[in-house]
C-alpha cells in the first residue's frame, strides 16, 4: 500500500557505495591489458594504504571464506599443531577449516556473545610451545563481539607461531595495527566495510608468514599465495580477475581513503554506540555486552516473541533487509549493522522501524524513545563539537 524502497542492512553484504556501482559498468575490459594493469596496482596499492599495512597484500576471486581456506592450505602442513580461537559461527568455521585440512587444532571456545580472552591463548601457547599458528576472528560477527586482537597479537609475536585474524568485519571497524600487533594474516572481503558487493578476498602476508609458508605442504593449487604475489607485482591477478568488482573496488577505496579510515572506524563505532543506547531504551538486551564490536550489535529479541518475526517485519512492513541470528542463535537475537556505508540516516530510520515492529507484536513502548537515544548521540557528537568550534 505504502512505498517500500527495498534497503540493504545486513553485516555482509551492506549497503552498496553508489559510485562503485556506476563503476561496474565500465567492465568491458580486458584483464591483460595496460588499462586493467593500472587498476589492479591502484587496488592493491590503496588496500595497502586503508588496510595501514606494508606487509604483502593479495586479492582473490572469492568470498571472505577463501581468503580463509587459502591462509591455512598455504602456510600449514599436515598435523601441524594449531590454536583456534571460536567464540562464534565464523570461529566455528576456522575449526572445521583446520579440520578439514587435517591441522591438530586445539579449539578455545567461548559461548556465544563471549570472547575468548588473550590470557586463554597465551597459555595455550605456553602449553603447546610448538603451536604454528593461532586463527581468531577480529570481530566475530555471528555475535557483534570484538576480540582483543592486539594483546593476543603482542602474546602470539614471542612464539613461534603466526597469527592469522579474519578481520574481515574487523576492517573499517576497529583498529587493526597489523604491523604493530603482530598480524601475520590479516583477511577483509569485499561486502563488508569495502561497501561493494561479495566476492573479492583480502589478504596482508608478513615476513614471518612467508617464512612458514616455505615449508608448509599442505596441496593447494587456485589459491596460490606465492603466485599471486608474484602476479601481483606485475599488476595482474594469477587467473581471471573479477573485472567488475575490482572497478568498483577502486571506486570505493578513492571515497575510503578521501573519508579516512578512522572516520570510517569512528562512523561505525558513533552509529554502534547508539543502537545500544537505543535499543537499552526500548527495554531490550544485547547479546554481548561484554566486548560490543562496532561492525553489528546483536540484540535479544524480547521474552516470548521470536526475533524471525522481527526480521519479517522489517521486510514486509519497510523492505529492509536485517540479519537474524545464525545456527541456534535464530530466532533469539537479530542484528543491526553498522559497517561500511551506513549513516545516521539509516539508524534513525531502523530504529523508528523497530519501535513500530515491537508495538505491533505485543511488546509495547513508547514511540520515539529509541529514536531520541541515537538523537542523543548523534547531537553529543556531531553537533555540539560543530557548534564550538564554529
Ligand atoms: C562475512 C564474514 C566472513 C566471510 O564469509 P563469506 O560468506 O565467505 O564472505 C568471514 N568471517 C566473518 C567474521 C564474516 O563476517
Not at 530504529?351 to 509495547?364: Q, Y
Amino acid at each position: 500500500m505504502y512505498i517500500r524502497k527495498q534497503r540493504l542492512l545486513t553485516p555482509g553484504p551492506t549497503p552498496l557505495y553508489p559510485p562503485a556501482l556506476h563503476a561496474m559498468m565500465a567492465s568491458d575490459i580486458h584483464h591483460r591489458t595496460e588499462d586493467f594493469r593500472k587498476v589492479y596496482r591502484s587496488c592493491l596499492a590503496d588496500l595497502k594504504e586503508v588496510m595501514g599495512t606494508a606487509h604483502d597484500l593479495l586479492m582473490f576471486a572469492a568470498s571472505g571464506t577463501g581468503a580463509m581456506d587459502a591462509a591455512v592450505s598455504n602456510l600449514f602442513s599436515k598435523g601441524d599443531k594449531v590454536v583456534v580461537c571460536s567464540a562464534g559461527k565464523f570461529g566455528e568455521r576456522w575449526a572445521e577449516i583446520a579440520k578439514a585440512y587435517g591441522l591438530d587444532a586445539t579449539v578455545l571456545t567461548a559461548p556465544y556473545g563471549d570472547v575468548v580472552t588473550p590470557q586463554r591463548v597465551e597459555a595455550a601457547l605456553a602449553q603447546e610451545p610448538a603451536t604454528k599458528g593461532v586463527f581468531v576472528q577480529a570481530s566475530e560477527t555471528s555475535t557483534g563481539a570484538m576480540h582483543d586482537v592486539e594483546a593476543m597479537g603482542r602474546a602470539i609475536s614471542k612464539t613461534g607461531a603466526i597469527f592469522v585474524v579474519d578481520a574481515i568485519t574487523g576492517f573499517g571497524t576497529m583498529p587493526l595495527d597489523i604491523d604493530g600487533w603482530g598480524l601475520d594474516v590479516a583477511i577483509g572481503g569485499s561486502q563488508k566495510a569495502f561497501m561493494i558487493p561479495p566476492g573479492l578476498a583480502f589478504m596482508s602476508v608478513s615476513p614471518k608468514a612467508w617464512k612458514l609458508a616455505e615449508t608448509a605442504t599442505l596441496p593447494h593449487y587456485y589459491f596460490n599465495l606465492k603466485k599471486e604475489k608474484k602476479s601481483g607485482d606485475a599488476g595482474e591477478s594469477s587467473w581471471t580477475p573479477a573485472t567488475s568488482l575490482i572497478l568498483a573496488l577502486a571506486e570505493a577505496l578513492r571515497y575510503v581513503k578521501q573519508l579516512g579510515m578512522p572516520h570510517l572506524i569512528v562512523n561505525a563505532q558513533m552509529l554502534a554506540q547508539a543502537t545500544r543506547a537505543a535499543v537499552q531504551a526500548l527495554g531490550l538486551e544485547l547479546f554481548a555486552p561484554g566486548s560490543p564490536g562496532s561492525s553489528v550489535t546483536a540484540v535479544k529479541a524480547p521474552a516470548g516473541m521470536d526475533s524471525g518475526v522481527i526480521v519479517k517485519e522489517f521486510r514486509s512492513r519497510f523492505g529492509a533487509i536485517i540479519a537474524n541470528g545464525q545456527g541456534t542463535m535464530k530466532g533469539q537475537i537479530f542484528r543491526v549493522a553498522h559497517l561500511g556505508y551506513f549513516d545516521f540516516a539509516d539508524l534513525f530510520g531502523v530504529v523508528a522501524e523497530l519501535e513500530i515492529i515491537l508495538n505491533a507484536n505485543g511488546h509495547p513502548v513508547q514511540y520515539g524513545t529509541g529514536v531520541a537515544a541515537v538523537e542523543e548521540v548523534y547531537a553529543h557528537a556531531a553537533v555540539e563539537p560543530q557548534t564550538k568550534k564554529a
